[in-house]
């Protein structure tokens, strides 16, 4: 008989059970024992996460039944993240899973948008994004499938991270995975330098084939065992620290996570179903602790100061996240602050190549090559774009002159100079988000280009704008027509409800 | 309203699809097209267009019908190679019927790793059919596998640009003969862009030999490459003609210094001021230059300025050719033989690495590794939870489907004559049943 192949998961966060519970899920318990460790006293963040659309994907692929998840996590819908005061003070954007308008001759909608109005204060161009315009009205409706209006968008989830963990653990259990309890006291290395066991406090010796780092930011095992390396991204991304902390539940719970701008950073706020997830992000050369705990309990009401919590972090990437027999996941891997809420995003697409790729033997230089090319490519494309909602911005503080004065690398400076002289961003294949989304930030914090398409010429302005302020009548009413928010997560909670088929796209459908 | 003038420069088949293309998008939107035209040179006698061909048709409002009736074109389902291991054709259609059959290619390989005498052209509507000389287009009762019938065109090169030519003055094209492609932009004034189509023969420098042989009646279905002696021939039929030419192997190949791969590096795209400069060779073993010209027209159009000389413009142009490039080299010279991190990947795990533009297909990569006879290590780990038993009727289904499709296709000696003699017009533009543009 042949010996299965033991997997070990070092973390009993989110990244960990999120990996647990694919892996038990989607490979054969004949051949793969899949076992987890997790210290004890472990504790997540647990003050709320924002989601994008993969997330219902990645539940679809394990088979979990939307309804009962949003009863059991206490999740609520999400359609747009809502950035304010990001580019300028007044500024007010949504960045909706959805497309703005949509592409006509053959030429993106944001090119009519800026023939219309072009500069103009009174037309937003998020307001022609359906999924934006329902988020701010607090509303929700499923997407309707083959509808060209309202069938343009995905939905995500705000969640407890916690909740979500203990969710998934239960799920991960009763498809087999061993949960170890304890905490790593050493790591045994062969002599070609894999690792073969943990060693744990009590003594218990945990061996394993593959090992999955999803110890956070310690990367116990990429780094202090492998030195794989990091990356600093900081002088791009400059936000080094959070506090977070939870106030009561809303009335009227939004469909956006809610981005807002302060004089050294960010803050946020996630609805949930039963409290709202808070916190401030901020450079710590900029604010002390003390301080941001002052402006998030001066910024939301309720807030319960006792049980606020200080993270640090280093924005960045390791540099290979794959090393030896070593694969790290989640903070191991890297950490980009959850401004686009992309966090659990790059967990799962990491779990999903991992099992892409899971090699039979352990000379997998190709499959390990393969691997950190494609991490480094959704972690560099998704840095640039979290780059352009700090870079561009007028703000008058220390802070915000550094970032709207620093060096680019040099991928954004080429996307941005392109997009300043012709209005286009390219597109690319692999990587989250698309020219929609670029523009919806670009334009959303003031930055227009100096040229449109040459074909725009061709019809006068008064013409395209009659055309977009039907078309946006028309998107309004349809808004109009959706259930509010709170009535839709009690739906949520009927027998039998159907929801839409998911698909790994942030725009609610896959083309093609 | 604004009209520019857009100056094609060039000679032949290539110039005159770009300045069709460049007319019926830019047209409708004030654009005037002027075909600098240099003096003809002899090319290629077959003009091999991939899945492009209805690309261009749909943009042009030219009918499929009528240049397959005009240029005695023959469809083609792919490049069927004689030494592969396993199966035979690259296919431009995807395995399985449906597009999105997740993890189809690794229920392809569980079934290789066990019954390696099986053939993955069982397997794929296009390679079942090129075996058994059928074909159709999906149009009907096969709409909903469009994905797994995408086709090819060959068609006869000279009579394609001779109709293009006609075609385009039909549009307004204004054609100004020149003595070279070296004109002085300042002559004229006027032009607001610059497009230079080099389509480089390559004949007399890069392929061994050219014999043009006519060979009536060739309707096969498919273009074809032979190795034989340390040579390697690449064939493709139209009705009346085959086109047959050389391509150097041997040692050279092995180090990736041999003739073939500098004749294939000479795809190129330059952009300086309003300048544009595409450098297509009209002769590759597995790309088609004219699929390319239309996928890199297709960029150019995505990224439509209102100011040409604009650097950012000019990098972000090149950078997308360079990666179609690299892509496309990658896929010829594994062709060859080269270790790529593509076969290592796909030897260890049946596992393609994402490309970022679609030079070639996943269904191309995958074909052409098993071709080669790679089979990986192991197939898709998730696939492992379902057993022999359960997984391989599902795949006999399958191919009994394919089976069943492709025997109701008619022979493509007969498709071609009834499709060419429907009595579609060669202009549906000028029946009014199609409109372009605003």
């Known amino acids: 008989m042949v010996k299965p192949v033991d997997i070990v998961i070092l973390g009993g966060g989110t990244a960990g059970w999120m990996s647990a519970a694919a892996l038990s899920r989607l490979l054969p318990a004949s051949r793969y024992r899949i076992t987890l460790v997790s210290a004890p006293e472990l504790q997540t963040v647990g003050v709320g996460e924002a989601t994008i659309p993969h997330i219902r994907y990645f539940n679809q692929t394990l088979g979990i039944d939307e309804n009962e998840f949003i009863r059991s996590v206490g999740a609520t819908y999400k359609l747009a993240i809502r950035f304010k005061g990001w580019g300028y003070e007044a500024s007010d954007y949504c960045h909706g899973f959805g497309y703005s308008g949509e592409r006509i001759n053959d030429i993106e909608f944001h090119h009519y948008f800026l023939r219309a109005f072009g500069r103009s204060s009174e037309v937003d161009y998020d307001r022609f994004c359906l999924a934006s315009l329902a988020a701010r009205a607090h509303r929700f409706e499923y997407p309707k499938q083959g509808d060209s209006m309202a069938g343009r968008y995905g939905y995500a989830f705000h969640l407890d991270a916690t909740r979500y963990a203990d969710y998934l653990r239960e799920f991960s259990l009763a498809n087999g995975v061993k949960h170890i309890l304890g905490k790593v006291e050493s790591v045994q290395l062969s002599l070609s330098g894999d690792i073969c066991s943990l060693r744990l406090l009590n003594g218990e010796i945990i061996e394993g084939d593959w090992f999955l780092d999803c110890s956070g930011f310690s990367a116990r095992l990429i780094e202090q065992e492998l030195n794989s390396g990091y990356e600093s991204w900081q002088q791009w991304l400059p936000c080094d620290r959070a506090v977070a902390g939870a106030s009561g539940a809303m009335d009227s719970p939004p469909t956006y996570t809610l981005s807002q701008t302060h004089c050294a950073g960010w803050r946020w706020q996630i609805p949930l179903q039963h409290r709202t997830g808070n916190g401030v992000v901020y450079a710590s050369h900029e604010m002390s602790d003390d301080e941001a705990a002052v402006l998030l309990n001066r910024s939301v009401e309720g807030i319960d100061e006792s049980r606020l919590k200080v993270l640090s972090f280093l924005p960045g990437k390791r540099r290979k996240s794959w090393q030896r027999n070593c694969v790290a996941i989640g903070l191991s891997s890297g950490f980009l602050e959850p401004l686009e809420s992309t966090s659990l995003y790059l967990v799962q697409v990491a779990i999903e190549k991992f099992i892409e790729y899971l090699p039979a033997d352990r000379n997998c230089h190709a499959e390990r090559q393969a691997f950190n090319q494609f991490i480094d490519i959704e972690y560099e494309r998704i840095r640039d774009f979290l780059i352009l909602h700090y870079h561009q911005n007028g703000l008058n503080s220390s802070f915000w002159r550094y970032c709207a004065t620093m060096a680019l690398p040099d991928s954004l400076n080429l996307r941005l100079q392109l997009y300043d002289e012709t209005g286009h961003f390219s597109g690319y294949r692999q990587g989250l988000f698309m020219p929609v989304s670029w523009v919806t930030v670009a334009l959303g914090q003031g930055r227009y280009p100096q040229g449109i398409d040459g074909r725009m010429q061709k019809w006068p302005k008064h013409q395209i704008a009659q055309e977009l302020t039907s078309y946006q009548a028309k998107l309004v009413s349809l808004v109009g027509q959706m259930s509010a928010h709170k009535y839709a997560l009690g739906r949520a909670g009927e027998e039998g409800l159907r929801y839409p088929e998911a698909s790994p796209s942030l725009y609610g459908f896959v083309s093609g | ?438």
């Open chain 2, 1 to 438: 309203m604004n009209h520019r003038v857009i100056g094609v420069v060039g000679q032949g088949l290539m110039f005159q699809i770009a300045s069709s293309w460049l007319s019926r998008t830019l047209s409708p939107f004030g654009a005037k097209i002027i075909g600098f035209e240099t003096p003809v040179k002899d090319g290629p006698v077959v003009a091999e267009w991939g899945p492009g061909l209805h690309d261009f048709c749909a943009v042009t409002g030219l009918s499929l019908a009528g240049l397959m009736r005009e240029c005695q074109g023959n469809f083609c389902w792919g490049l069927r190679c004689n030494w592969f291991k396993r199966g035979a054709l690259l296919p431009y259609g995807s395995y399985g019927l449906k597009s999105r059959q997740k993890e189809f290619e690794h229920g392809m390989l569980r079934m290789f790793s066990r019954f390696p005498e099986r053939n993955p052209d069982e397997f794929s509507l296009a390679g079942s059919a090129a075996c058994l000389g059928r074909f159709a287009l999906p149009m009907a009762q096969w709409s909903g596998w469009a994905h797994a019938m995408r086709s090819g065109v060959t068609l006869e090169a000279a009579q394609l640009a001779s109709l293009l030519h006609t075609f385009n003055q039909q549009l307004g094209v204004v054609y100004l003969p020149v003595s070279d492609d070296s004109i002085p932009a300042e002559a004229h004034p006027q032009v607001d862009f610059w497009l230079h189509i080099a389509s480089v023969a390559g004949g007399s420098k890069s392929a061994e030999s050219i014999e043009e042989t006519l060979l009536p009646e060739s309707c096969c279905g498919y273009s074809e490459l032979h190795s034989q002696a340390g040579k390697t021939l690449k064939l493709a039929h139209t009705r009346r003609q085959t086109l047959q030419y050389g391509l150097r192997q041997g040692a050279q190949h092995q180090s990736g210094q041999g003739r073939y791969f500098r004749q294939f590096k000479r795809f190129s795209a330059s952009w300086t001021g309003n300048q544009l400069r595409l450098e297509l060779p009209l002769l590759t073993s597995l790309t088609s230059p004219f699929d390319t010209l239309i996928d890199w027209l297709q960029k150019l159009l995505e990224l439509w300025p209102a100011q040409f000389a604009s650097h950012a413009l000019a990098m972000s142009y090149r950078q997308y050719a360079d990666t179609y490039i690299a892509e496309a080299e990658d896929f010829e010279q594994t062709l060859f033989g080269k270790q790529s991190l593509q076969r290592q990947l796909f030897l260890r795990c049946g596992r393609l690495l994402q490309r970022e533009t679609g030079a070639v297909s996943d269904a191309q990569w995958f074909a052409l590794l098993m071709g080669m006879g790679d089979l990986p290590q192991r197939s898709s780990v998730v696939l492992e939870a379902t057993d022999d038993e359960s997984l391989f009727p599902v795949m006999e289904e399958i191919a009994r489907r394919i089976r069943c499709v492709v025997s109701g296709m008619p022979e493509h000696r007969e498709f071609v004559s009834r499709f060419c003699n429907a009595g579609v017009p060669l202009n549906i533009h000028a029946l009014g049943n199609a409109s372009q543009g605003a």
